[in-house]
Structure formats: structure tokens, C-alpha cells
């Protein structure tokens, strides 16, 4: 299909202005647990030498259509392993629309709603596309950040997804369940679970885990357990520590004592709504709130990425963004203005050695489920 030049009123300085205007990952988790990191080679097969990942799985091809989402959609799959797109269209009654209200707005110069609702309605599949980018990263880097490997299931990634898995090669010994699962409050002990976890890798003379992982649901259920009280206020009396006491800061200052050295606590509360094949919506927690997270530094790893090139001899308006292109055209039959955006994308493991997933809803690792 022949990308026609775009029906709307933008331009390229304008396209411009607003992909590269908007900052990646802003208020989302995986921009600092996995920030981006250029790559040069195209298969994530070539980051072995670099940064040690081993991959599991083969990419499928490369000739998939980017779905068309619509309106309410933050971010899906594409079908294609390695490769993010996500497109939306506006069609021939929206196009129709807008122009009738080109015609208002020209008729009236000071009808300042009906013109803010025109640059609107020009930019908001730009910003749409955006951030359908940046939440598709979201879910596969927690994913990946609290399972030590990526499973494209075909409820997430759509019909084109394989059940492969791209498996980083964490230790097997590096995966396991806590010592009592930590919804029992009166017998779950989860800072000597992470304590124990430090050691075990220590022991092996790796890099020591300084940060653990986990969601804000799973910080409060640690908080409600009596070992944390005890061991935050061990001369008070049972009745007289109150919840107001147990708080993060007071916790990571009891556990990032010089005396004590373990892992200081980072609570992540992250939300995405991905649109399945039939139009609903679920909102998910990419997260997988029954695991923790152990790292030797505040960073899980790297999103690689390489710049999709710009397809030659064609009227679309395109543009570079910081990991994604965004392509924007039009064609006649049917009428449609068209907005897709790409990437070659994928989040990625580092310090293996050092990573440690316990699963507290099990006491064995049983893959991040619960007993």
C-alpha cells in the first residue's frame, strides 16, 4: 500500500517537535530499572559478547501489519518478536469532521476552543502512539525484572506471538521460595529472607544484591508481619509500635545499617491496560507482585534498541524519536490518516550472577506463583 502524504495539517518540523519533545519512560518504572542502551546489531543473539545474554528463543518473521488499536488502547504487541508497533487510524467520517471544523474555525477567528480542538485532534495519535510505546516497555520490562525471563503468551502479545521464551540465564539456584510465605504475619520473617538471599550470593563471591525489588502491595503485606517490629523496636512492647512507625525509611535504615549491610528496599507500583483481539480492556500490574528482586546496583538492565530506517521514495511523514519512528500517511481507498510508530526493542538482563528472585507467596520458587 502506497503511504500517501498526510491529509491533516502537520508538517515535518511540526512531527518534529512533538516526538522528540516527549521524554521517554517519564513516570514510568522501567526507564530507571531499565534504562535505553543503542545497539548497533540487530539480532539480541549479538549482545552475548557484550553483555552475557544467552537467548532461548528464535525471532519469528518480520512481515506482520501493525495492529490498528483503538482509542482507549495504552499499548499492545505487535506479533513480532523483537519488534514493538502500534498504529492508529482516523477514518473517513473523523476526516470529515475535522474538516467541517477547519471550515468554523476560519469563519469565527476568535473561536479559540474550536481551534485548540483542531491542533488536538491533529496531535492526539502522535501522543497516543507515544505512549503505547513507552507502556509496551513498561510490561515486558517488569515481566522480565521479576521472572528472570520473557514468555510471549498469545492473551498479551496477541495471534502472531509464539510460546517461546527468551531465557537470561539467572542461576537456577538464584530463584527461590521464602521461608514461610509472607501473608503470615505472625510467623513470616521477609527481611531475614532477603538478608539469607545476600549471603547465599556473597558465599559464591558475587557482586553482593544492594537493592531489592518489589510492589507496594507486597511492601505493606511485609510491613504487617511481627518479625519487622521486633526487629525495627526490640525494646518496645508488642502493643506499643504502631503501623504509623513501620515505614520505608525506617525499615531501609534498619536494613543499610553499616552493622548490618543488606539490601535497601525500593517499592514499585506500576499499572498498564493492554486491549485484546476482541476490543476489552485489562488493566494489569506488569510487575508480578508475589516476587522481590534482589540486584547489586539500582538497575535491573538495559533496553536495547536499533533505529528502524526510514523507508525511501515515499510522501509519509517520518521521525526519529529517542528508540521508535513515527511514520504518519494517508491513502485514498479507503480514506484513512494513518499514525503508526515502531521499534526494535528488547529489555535485557545484567549481573545474572548477582539477581535473586524469591518468590513470598510459595516457599518454593514454583515460577513466581503462588503455593
Same mark, same amino acid.
Given at each position: ?189 521477609? +527481611?531475614?529472607?532477603? &538478608?539469607?538471599? !545476600?549471603?547465599?550470593?556473597? %558465599?559464591?563471591?558475587?557482586? =553482593? *544484591?544492594?537493592? #531489592? ?54 517499592? +514499585?507500583?506500576?499499572? &498498564?491496560?493492554? !486491549?485484546?483481539?476482541?476490543? %476489552?480492556?485489562?488493566?494489569? =500490574? *506488569?510487575?508480578? #507482585? ?82
Amino acid at each position: 500500500m502506497a503511504m500517501n502524504k498526510p491529509l491533516f495539517d502537520i508538517d515535518q518540523p511540526g512531527m518534529h517537535v512533538t516526538v522528540n519533545s516527549y521524554k521517554p519512560g517519564n513516570g514510568l518504572a522501567w526507564q530507571q530499572l531499565f534504562p535505553l542502551k543503542y545497539s548497533p546489531k540487530f539480532d539480541i543473539k549479538g549482545l552475548e559478547g557484550n553483555e552475557g545474554i544467552p537467548v532461548a528463543a528464535d525471532r519469528v518473521a518480520f512481515n506482520t501489519k501493525a495492529p490498528k488499536k483503538t482509542r482507549k488502547t495504552v499499548g499492545t504487541w505487535s506479533g513480532k518478536l523483537g519488534k514493538y508497533s502500534v498504529s492508529r487510524e482516523k477514518d473517513e467520517i473523523e476526516i470529515n469532521e475535522y474538516q467541517d471544523l477547519q471550515v468554523i474555525a476560519a469563519s469565527n477567528t476568535e473561536d479559540a476552543a474550536t481551534a485548540k480542538h483542531l491542533v488536538d485532534i491533529v496531535y492526539d495519535d502522535l501522543d497516543f502512539c507515544n505512549n503505547a510505546m513507552d507502556y509496551k516497555v513498561e510490561i515486558d520490562a517488569m515481566r522480565i525484572g521479576s521472572s528472570g525471563k520473557q514468555t510471549f503468551s498469545k492473551k498479551i502479545d496477541g495471534d502472531f506471538a509464539t510460546e517461546d521464551i527468551i531465557n537470561f540465564n539467572v542461576p537456577t539456584a538464584n530463584f527461590k521460595g521464602a521461608s514461610v510465605v509472607w501473608s503470615d504475619s505472625e510467623n513470616a520473617d521477609g +527481611l531475614k529472607d532477603i &538478608a539469607d538471599a !545476600q549471603d547465599a550470593i556473597a %558465599s559464591k563471591g558475587g557482586k =553482593k *544484591p544492594r537493592f #531489592v525489588f518489589m510492589e507496594k502491595k507486597k511492601f505493606q503485606q511485609l510491613c504487617n508481619q511481627a518479625s519487622v517490629a521486633r526487629r525495627l523496636y526490640p525494646l518496645a512492647k508488642e502493643n506499643t509500635v504502631t503501623s504509623d512507625m513501620i515505614t520505608l525509611a525506617a525499615i531501609n535504615r534498619y536494613m543499610t545499617d553499616e552493622s548490618r549491610g543488606w539490601p535497601q528496599i525500593v517499592i +514499585l507500583d506500576t499499572y &498498564a491496560t493492554i !486491549q485484546y483481539k476482541d476490543g %476489552s480492556e485489562e488493566t494489569i =500490574k *506488569p510487575w508480578n #507482585v508475589n516476587v522481590v528482586t534482589l540486584a547489586p546496583v539500582a538497575q535491573l538492565g538495559w533496553t536495547y534498541y536499533k533505529p528502524v530506517p526510514n523507508v525511501p521514495n515515499t510522501e509519509a511523514l517520518q521521525e526519529q524519536g529517542s528508540y521508535y519512528k513515527m511514520t504518519r500517511y494517508s491513502d485514498i481507498n479507503p480514506m484513512l490518516e494513518v499514525t503508526m510508530a515502531e521499534a526494535y526493542v528488547q529489555p535485557g538482563l545484567i549481573n545474572r550472577a548477582s539477581l535473586v528472585f524469591i518468590n513470598t507467596a510459595a516457599t518454593t520458587w514454583n515460577n513466581g506463583d503462588a503455593k
